[in-house]
């Protein structure tokens, strides 16, 4: 388990470094490219590394989202740099 101060010292160099932005900026992105049942049934957990991971909320629409991959990996490279691939896993996205 980390250490308080090592989750606090990381949290603010994530904010000073402008990951906090990054996030925001792909979170509105993200609202752009997909539809609003898309949204409902997704949920945007982390970037890192350029890896966007994105938590899907069933099977069949896991499978949707698989299908439009490229495409929207694609839609969002233009809109952000440094993404370079996403993650879909099934979990609980509301």
Known sequence: MDNIKDIIGQVIGD??????QTNAQIQIAWE?????????????V???EGK???VID???WL????????SLLKQLQQKINGIKTIYF???KAT
């Open 46 to 48: 982390g970037f890192k």
């Open 89 to 91: 896993k099934v979990g």
């Open 58 to 60: 069933s099977p069949h």
């Open 15 to 20: 904010l000073s470094s402008g990951a906090g």
């Open 63 to 70: 499978y949707q989202f698989n299908l439009k991959r490229i």
């Open 52 to 54: 966007l991971l994105v």
């Open 32 to 44: 752009e490219i997909t539809s609003h049942d898309e949204q409902k049934h997704s949920r945007l």
